[in-house]
């Protein structure tokens, strides 16, 4: 089911009546109406919910059995076996796959659906499990609709926690408005600012082999991946926020800012988060005894693995390798970058300029991201003239400029917001303001959003 | 008397659904030949004289010509070769579009090798994908005064795009009410030969990927058999540059001998006017220039009338 759809507003709008209008003792049944809920999200697509009922009750009833034996271990690494290898054939099936059985598999992000279970078989393992999850809260948990195409990577305490006061919650009018603030923001982004700033990027980018295809090209791709996947996370988060169920915040702000390690705590952060706990200190342990290079050894195969998450393809390969060794200038304090950091904690003026260039090495990396692969990127790179920086005209006309004006609002009213939970965090502010926002976003979103044949990036990964 | 939070706050929720959908309203009112395509051939009354097929017939056939010459009213309800392919779909939207109490009609009928023909294996995975994501078939009219399904399921933007379109000025297609596509393109000639050779390349690559199909086949031959029903059918080939004919002669070699049994056996007349090929002027040699549509609609009027 696609988010912009009629049939979206109607499961969502008749999912929200039955779960508040719930009372009394009835209120137990909301857990089901989310459980029921999400299966309708894939309603028309019979073998993915076919997937997800099997591979779910599957997992929760062996983590169940798992968890009241004494002999864990061997479960547990044959749970994380079993699913990663779900997860890699899909990756290595690629095209074939998706040639064989249709592209069934697309309304669900397989990866994102597949880490919850293998966190849960993880912490199997390192005995992290400080109860028996209940089969139905479990079931909730991995196939809640508002997170099932691309996230957040929720973690089964906080979730499940929530999900336990699920009958006590009570209709709160601000937590509602604030969902509604979370949708209209990530709509904005995901349906105007990103198919804006990709068509930027294909005009300044293809057949642009200039100075300003590699350095705008590379800024208005990078804004088209952030808008595009940043507005999906919101968008979503609002709607789980409708139900008075709160998700991870998945991005803080990571364009304004100025080194690596903060932009990756910022950036993806439920994911991140995951490869932290499930990849990076498990290694870290083992690399501990080879010092400070053991931890940079750690980080740079953990970006391998961030980037291989993304495709077997060179240029995600590439991609993560390059985002692994971006850390040892700080992990290994090299000299330039430590007196850089000094200068910067002394002057609030370099350390916000500083966000600039690293924008702009972020944005040039992201190409390589974007790039078919890895040779595609370099093919294209070695026709650069430097000396060159043809726009195109890009930048011309009524209609360009108007578009442009989009992609900045976008980003000043990020900046902005930059101290508070997402754009449109504006709750406190006054209301002329708040309703001056509020119009002016669905004004551009009726306008100049498009809705159509877009799909969401990281829903292929 | 002081309101309440929660109702203040229902109050804002309605004014705003209220504004959504007036806004979508008003956006209806800024609909024009010129800023949505192919949306006046989903809408309009229910149609008595037809003009069906491909990109190919949607450019060159202009009703009013036909009208003058014929004294009836044509609406051309051609599409393009990605929706309007013979098959279910098409058909079921042609029957959809014609009069039910139509029984004196004209159907100019267009074919060429492309229009029955399907993507290489694609035949064995009835039914077609691609022509059930068609979204000829997620519309359930195809008349009336507005279509709201047709602005749903096709149309990108949001609604209000469509007040944006309205003012901005340099539309390159336009959909007439009779259903005719007018495409402007750039005239001179080394614009033509750019966009013929790139074109040509793309066709000569894309039609390794196609043969023909029984299954478009046999639609057409239902489709024929339904229009005899509501009266009769003239089944054309448009002229195209002589590089495309040779290029579907050459790989849809039986296209020529099924369509002249097809005649026979169906009853029903035939023309190919390659002869007309070097008399008219095209947009990319496929698609002929919409300054030469009089001219084709002309002479098919013409051939209609001496039949």
Redesign the interface.
Same mark, same amino acid.
């Given at each position: 089911m696609e988010y912009y759809s009629i049939s979206f507003a109607g499961l969502l709008l008749i999912s929200l009546i039955c779960f508040w209008s719930l009372d009394g003792t009835y209120r137990k049944w909301r857990i089901w109406i989310l459980l029921f809920s999400s299966f309708l999200f894939l309603w028309g697509n019979t073998t993915a919910m076919l997937f997800v009922s099997i591979s779910g009750i599957l997992n929760v009833t062996l983590l169940r059995w798992v968890l009241k034996e004494k002999s864990r271990e061997r479960w547990a690494i044959l749970g994380v076996v079993a699913n990663a290898l779900l997860l890699l054939l899909y990756k290595v099936g690629g095209a074939s796959w998706s040639h064989w059985a249709g592209d069934w598999i697309l309304p669900l992000g397989l990866s994102f659906y597949t880490f919850q279970h293998i966190a849960s078989w993880v912490r199997v393992r390192q005995e992290d499990w400080e109860e028996i999850p209940g089969t139905l809260n479990y079931l909730v948990y991995t196939v809640y609709f508002p997170k099932m195409l691309s996230g957040p990577v929720e973690k089964w305490e906080g979730f499940d926690g929530q999900l336990r006061k699920v009958n006590e919650l009570k209709f709160d009018d601000a937590k509602f408005i604030q969902g509604l603030r979370y949708i209209l923001w990530g709509a904005f982004a995901k349906w105007t600012v990103a198919p804006l700033a990709h068509a930027f990027y294909l005009m300044l980018w293809t057949d642009n082999p200039t100075l300003s295809g590699i350095l705008l090209g590379g800024v208005f791709n990078f804004i088209y991946i952030y808008a595009d996947f940043s507005g999906y996370s919101n968008f979503v988060l609002g709607i789980s926020w409708l139900f008075g169920i709160e998700l991870i915040q998945n991005f803080k702000f990571p364009l304004f800012t100025n080194q690596v390690r903060e932009f990756w705590q910022r950036w993806h952060i439920s994911f991140t988060q995951w490869i932290l706990d499930y990849l990076f200190t498990p290694l870290t342990f083992h690399l501990r005894s080879f010092g400070k290079k053991g931890i940079a050894l750690a980080i740079v195969l953990s970006f391998l693995v961030v980037g291989l998450w993304h495709g077997l393809e060179s240029n995600y390969i590439a991609f993560g390798l390059i985002q692994g060794l971006y850390f040892l200038p700080i992990l290994l304090k090299w000299n330039w970058s430590e007196r850089l950091a000094q200068a910067k904690k002394k002057s609030l003026a370099l350390d916000r300029f500083m966000i600039l260039p690293f924008f702009l090495l972020m944005s040039t990396t992201a190409l390589i991201f974007s790039s078919a692969s890895w040779n595609d990127f370099v093919l294209h790179v070695e026709h650069v003239q430097l000396s060159s920086f043809n726009v195109n005209g890009v930048f011309s006309g009524f209609s360009n400029l108007i578009f442009l004006c989009l992609i900045v609002g976008f980003l000043w009213i990020e900046w902005w917001n930059r101290n508070s939970l997402f754009g449109l965090d504006i709750a406190k502010r006054k209301f002329a303001v708040r309703w001056m926002l509020y119009i002016a976003l669905l004004l551009a979103l009726m306008t100049w959003g498009e809705f159509k044949n877009v799909g969401t990036l990281y829903a292929h990964f | 008397m002081r309101i309440s !939070?929660?109702i203040s706050?229902i109050l804002k929720?309605l004014f705003?659904l209220l504004? $959504?959908v007036g @806004? *979508?309203a008003l !956006?209806l009112y800024f609909i024009s030949p010129h800023n949505v395509l192919d949306y006046n051939k989903c809408v309009g009354p229910a149609q008595k004289n037809l003009i069906i097929g491909t990109s190919r017939a949607s450019q060159a056939i202009q009703p009013q010509v036909l009208n003058k010459n014929l004294d009836k009213n044509f609406f051309n309800f051609a599409f393009n070769g990605s929706l309007s392919k013979y098959g279910d779909v098409y058909n079921q939207a042609i029957m959809k579009k014609l009069d039910p109490e139509s029984k004196d009609g004209i159907f100019i009928v267009t074919v060429d090798p492309w229009s029955v023909s399907t993507k290489k294996g694609e035949e064995s995975l009835y039914p077609l994908a691609h022509d059930q994501q068609n979204y000829l078939n997620q519309l359930s009219s195809f008349t009336g005064e507005v279509n709201l399904a047709f602005l &749903?399921h096709? &149309?990108? &933007?949001? #609604? @209000? *795009?469509l $007040? #944006?379109d309205y003012y901005?000025k340099g539309s390159l297609s336009i959909t007439h009410e009779d259903g005719w596509l007018e495409i402007i393109r750039d005239t001179a000639q080394s614009r033509i030969d750019e966009r013929k050779a790139r074109k040509l390349a793309a066709k000569q690559s894309e039609i390794e990927q196609y043969e023909f199909s029984e299954y478009r086949w046999s639609s057409l031959k239902m489709l024929i058999a339904q229009l005899t029903q509501k009266g009769k059918v003239y089944l054309v080939r448009l002229p195209i540059s002589k590089e495309f004919y040779q290029l579907e002669q050459n790989h849809f070699d039986q296209f020529e001998r099924r369509i002249k049994s097809l005649t026979v056996e169906m009853n029903v007349p035939y023309w190919d006017m390659v002869n007309l090929q070097d008399s008219v002027k095209y947009n990319d040699g496929h698609h002929i220039n919409r300054y030469f549509a009089p001219y084709i609609s002309r002479h098919i009027s013409d051939w209609i009338v001496n039949q």
């Open positions: - | !939070s929660r706050n929720l705003v504004f $959504i @806004m *979508h !956006s &749903y096709n &149309y990108n &933007y949001g #609604w @209000m *795009h $007040i #944006w901005k």
